[in-house]
């Protein structure tokens, strides 16, 4: 083991980030990173020392390998977890589309959709809770049964901790509608100092039960869930409706407006739990027509 990949490790052991099997994916990534760029000549202290230039390599290494962009960009979200535990937000571009990776964010139809009362009132209590965060905060189901309003609600805010979220990556989102505040005070009422899990069951079994109750409530895709809280976030910060509900897209705008739509994109990509713009492609539909179609 070298200089650069004990480094990694080290950053593994000191930020466990995400589930057991998250944390051993990434730290095996992260060495196959680490062989990569020896393999490329390059001798390096350790992770602190990584560079664009490294990054840039190890894509074009890649690629000559005839890696799927898929397999390469999952590759860069360990990269980039490195980049954001030594605080070297410039290591890599905000977008994948600059190292000329193909961008599997295109949008695929509308899928926003909220649940009804009638399908939500047929189940449990803690369960309805789950599906109501999904829609309030665009949480994915694992945050969402994890959810512990004790922990997590801090008046103005909600913060999600990295073990509930995907990859590890803890986030905060700002409370900014009366209902949001009556559902985390619903919260609080029902579940007391737990999560929604009840402390008597595991995440595995209640999962599942979930699973199957919603099934059997006609409470299908919840992915649409964080469609319906993105295009709502959109409405909310632009006063427009995005491209997914017919709303203008980037060739019908003044350059200023572009910029203001691309930020109000980017919070949301945040508060999602993604971080690049080009995500959100798929939530509200793509920024330019050609997109818009998926083509």
Known sequence: MDNLAHSLVTLCLHNADGSRTTQAQRCTGLLLVASDLRALGYRLPGAQSLKSKHVSALVASWKGQGLSDATIKNRMS???????????????????LEFGLADKSVFKGARAEATTRERLEALPERMQLAVRLQMAFGLRLEESLKFRA??????????????????GRERTIMVTHDRQRDLLDEVHRVCGDEAIIPAAASYKTFRKAFEKATLKAGVSNLHKHRHWYACWRYRTLTGLKPPAEGGPTHDQLKLAERGRLDEARLQISRELGHGRI?????????????RRTGK
């Not at 004790?150 to 990859?167: P, V």
């Not at 995500?279 to 050609?290: H, N, Q, S």
């Open 78 to 96: 360990w990269v980039r977890w490195v980049a954001e535990k030594t605080r070297k937000p410039g290591l890599l571009p905000r977008e994948n």
């Open 278 to 290: 080009d995500v959100t492609d798929a939530y509200l539909g793509g920024r330019w027509p050609e």
């Open 150 to 167: 004790a922990f997590a609600d801090r008046g103005n805010a909600i913060t999600l901790k990295g073990s509930w979220c995907k990859g």
